[in-house]
Each structure stands twice: as C-alpha cells, then as structure tokens.
C-alpha cells in the first residue's frame, strides 16, 4: 500500500515550458487536492477533486489545470509556467469519512 | 470564509521543557481542526484532530490539543519537548458544511527544541 504517489520529486522548467505533475492514490479515496506551499504562507488550494469527473478551482488556480479520468490519478498541468509557480508542489487525497488528508511527499519546482 | 491563524512564526523550547503551538480559527459554523507535522523534504503527517466530543483530543507522538470555542482555539501541546519534535507544523481547518477537500491551513509554525 503505497498511498500517495507523486512523480516527479524535483523539476526545473524554463520560462514558458509546460509541464503534467503527477498523483496517484491506492486508497480509493474519493476527494483529492493539490496544493502549494510557500515560505511564510502556508498550503493554499489550487484545484480539488471530489469525484472521477468532477474537479473544481480552490484559492490559487490560476495558471494551473487538471482532470480526473479515474478514482486514482489527479494529474497537475501547468500550462505556461512561470517563475511566480516556482514552489513545492503536494498531492492529497481524503477518504469520504473525511477524518484526514493524506499527503504525497512532494514536487519541488524551480521556474528560471 | 474559513480561516487560520498560527501567530508564531517560531517556536524555541528546551528538550524536556513542556511545548505549545498556538493555533486560532474563524469559519461561520462548526469546525473540524486538525494538527499536520512537517520535517525537512517531507510530506504533511497527520498528528490529531478534533471533531465532535471531548475538548482534549490525544494524538501521535504524545502530543494533544485543547479546543476552546469560546477562544477560537486549538493549541497544540506536549508535555515533555523531544529534540526529535523538532519540525514546521501546521493548523488546518474546515467547515462542518463545507466539503473534506476544503481544508485551509495556517502559515505553520517552526518548533525548535534545543538539547
């Protein structure tokens, strides 16, 4: 049971390159989210999944897209990338019962 | 809108000394609180939450968290610091009518716990 999977760990894009981070859960976990975490602000939510299908935009999305075709991949496209997306990147999933999140161990993304 | 408040940046404690990270919510009905630890190149670990019930919640690692709802707050606490706690940790909340993804978190709070 791996529970969250992200892929990759480290990435450095040039100015403009687009690029898909990925997240994978084997818990069949209904709800996903991502987020990005920057010194002195926290995790703020870019975009969440309640369902296959069905995806929705949290506090910070723009610049970001993603979809959900299956229960377990959460895809994170960044469709321009810019050095203001230079951050750590994490993937989360939630069980309906809603007791907690479960977090993948991150994405650190430097934009030049 | 749901909030967080974790009003240090940083927290400095001496090993065996007891520990509290601070932590104040606003959402406009009832909450679900949680506590995430972060260590270096690492992801969030759950510690504790508080949903329902006793205002003292016990979680992992001997840590535990008061909820006081006429304060807004939800401090983390341990009795007896571990240089092994040393790590950023995180408040986080969500509105009982909102949905689970909508977890907010605060800005986090560096414990460090010197020997």
């Known amino acids: 049971n791996a529970g969250v999977t992200q892929t990759p760990k480290f990435q450095v894009l040039k100015t403009g390159q687009s690029m898909t981070l990925q997240c994978a859960q084997d818990m069949n976990h209904e709800y996903m989210s991502w987020y990005r975490q920057d010194p002195g602000m926290g995790l703020r939510l870019i975009h969440y999944?309640?369902?296959?299908?069905?995806?929705d935009q949290g506090e910070v999305p723009n610049g970001y897209n993603v979809s959900r075709s299956t229960t377990e991949d959460f895809p994170l496209r960044l469709l321009s990338a810019a050095p203001s997306q230079t951050s750590v990147y994490f993937c989360?999933?939630?069980?309906?019962?809603?007791?907690?999140?479960?977090f993948g161990q991150g994405t650190r993304l430097t934009v030049v | 809108a749901q909030s967080v408040a974790q009003p240090e940046d940083q927290v400095n404690v001496a090993e065996g000394n007891p520990l509290t990270v601070k932590c104040t919510y606003s959402v406009s009905g009832n909450p679900y609180l949680f506590w995430y630890v972060q260590y270096p190149n690492r992801g969030l670990q759950f510690l504790l939450k508080?949903?329902?019930?006793?205002?003292l919640v016990k979680g992992s690692y001997g840590f535990e968290a008061e909820f006081n709802k006429s304060q807004t707050s939800f401090h983390l606490k341990k009795p007896s610091a571990l240089v092994s706690d040393s790590a950023l940790y995180f408040c986080a909340v969500r509105d009982v009518d909102t949905g689970f993804q909508k977890l907010v978190f605060g800005t986090g709070t560096r414990l460090l716990v010197s020997p």
């Open positions: 989360a999933s939630i069980p309906s019962s809603g007791t907690e999140a479960f």
């Open positions: 999944s309640v369902g296959a299908g069905i995806t």
């Open positions: 508080y949903i329902t019930g006793d205002n």
